[in-house]
């Protein structure tokens, strides 16, 4: 397989090391071993042994993570790295000359995989009604058909913190189901609803063709671990990706999986944290866009920790970014990583964010 470059990423590879402030991260603030383990836990840590887990994940962690699901069991749960599940999966189930319909803007891989595969990928574009991004249902009507291999979803979204209500994403899946084909549904950012009220069900729990992607990386804020989990209740499905994750990781770190297990067992307290830091900084973003509402469109985002920002002035959005950067040290990411000129991501899920803001200010009043 020829892949393209991954520009998001490799965008972060030049900048986010060297910057002394991340204003586009799109995960949550993070955590130390010892804020999350006991005594007891990190003494059990010590004396773990350190040889191969099971290929499909460990059975304590598949059984914690089945507790997220309604219907969903824990053999029916494959542990893996999240881009890596995003890989398997697609390769699995695509072969060239698949149809795909896929949400855009989105995490590249989500489009790149399914068209180094050679699939025929359609992209579902949003609309902007009044200060809301928004994808027509009606676009899937008219463009599923019997030869639609697979739809491809994110809710809560990534960049535009869009978040589907539980009517739309009901009447996604029936337009999948009328076709008989699969739905990829990311839900990376599941959890980080600002209510609730507004939570989605996993699509694996109320599709049986469809296979649904979390982890801990964004919602938890603990991506050092590098474990997912993708949610397959279609066997056949399930048989194929895990033949071919005996290729990429074949199985997964004791070390992550026995922090992840810890992690999934405090996991009110951690998302509850999360959201804390998310809605404190979402309330100074809003006052940030109303004083700068000549500069930038700012639409609201409805969950998650990540929204997609309207650059009104002039330039290029690329070199808007990097000239932040140099001045202030502080990191945005441009839209064109997600092939959006005139956008950028911004994040707001980390501790730090009011300072990065406070320097992003400080340049708009000496530059813009």
């Avoid at 986010?16 to 995960?27: F, R």
């Avoid at 997220?68 to 069991?73: K, Q, R």
């Avoid at 494959?78 to 890596?84: A, M, Y």
């Amino acid at each position: 397989m020829k892949i393209n470059e991954f520009k998001l990423e490799k965008y972060l590879e030049r900048y986010e090391l060297a910057t002394k402030l991340v204003l586009c991260a799109s995960d949550c603030e993070s955590f130390e071993v010892e804020e999350l383990l006991s005594d007891q836990e990190l003494l059990e840590l010590g004396k773990l042994r350190l040889g191969y887990s099971q290929a499909q994940g460990s059975q304590p962690l598949r059984e914690e993570i089945a507790k997220l699901f309604e219907s969903v069991l824990a053999k029916e749960i494959v542990i893996c790295v999240p881009q890596e599940g995003i890989f398997v999966l697609m390769n699995a189930l695509l072969d060239a000359k698949d149809k795909v319909i896929v949400q855009v803007p989105c995490y590249q891989s989500l489009c790149e995989v399914p068209a180094a595969i050679g699939c025929q990928v359609t992209k579902w574009v949003p609309s902007l009604s009044g200060d809301e991004w928004y994808w027509d249902v009606d676009f899937l009507r008219e463009n599923v058909d019997e030869d639609t291999r697979l739809v491809v979803v994110n809710s809560p979204h990534n960049p535009t913190g869009h978040h589907f209500s539980r009517t739309e994403f009901e009447e996604i899946i029936e337009v999948a189901a009328e076709k008989g084909c699969f739905v990829f549904s990311d839900e990376m950012y599941r959890m980080l609803e600002y209510s609730d009220r507004e939570r989605l069900p996993s699509g694996s729990d109320i599709y049986e063709k469809c296979a649904s992607l979390s982890g801990l990386s964004k919602t938890f804020g603990l991506g050092g671990l590098r474990v997912g989990w993708l949610s397959i209740k279609d066997k056949n499905l399930r048989k194929k990706v895990m033949q071919l994750k005996d290729y990429t990781t074949l199985s997964n770190s004791t070390v992550s999986q026995f922090i992840a297990l810890a992690s999934l067992k405090r996991m009110d307290h951690i998302v509850s944290r999360n959201l804390k830091i998310i809605k404190r900084n979402l309330r100074l973003l809003n006052s940030f866009f109303v004083r700068h509402k000549d500069k930038f469109g700012w639409f609201k985002p409805k969950a998650g920790s990540v929204a997609f920002v309207k650059k009104k002035f002039e330039g290029e959005i690329e070199e808007f970014c990097e000239d932040l950067v140099k001045q202030k040290g502080v990191l945005l990411m441009p839209g064109t990583k997600f092939d959006y000129e005139g956008f950028f991501r911004i994040g707001f899920g980390r501790k730090n964010m009011p300072r990065a803001l406070k320097l992003f200010e400080e340049y708009l009043e000496e530059y813009c």
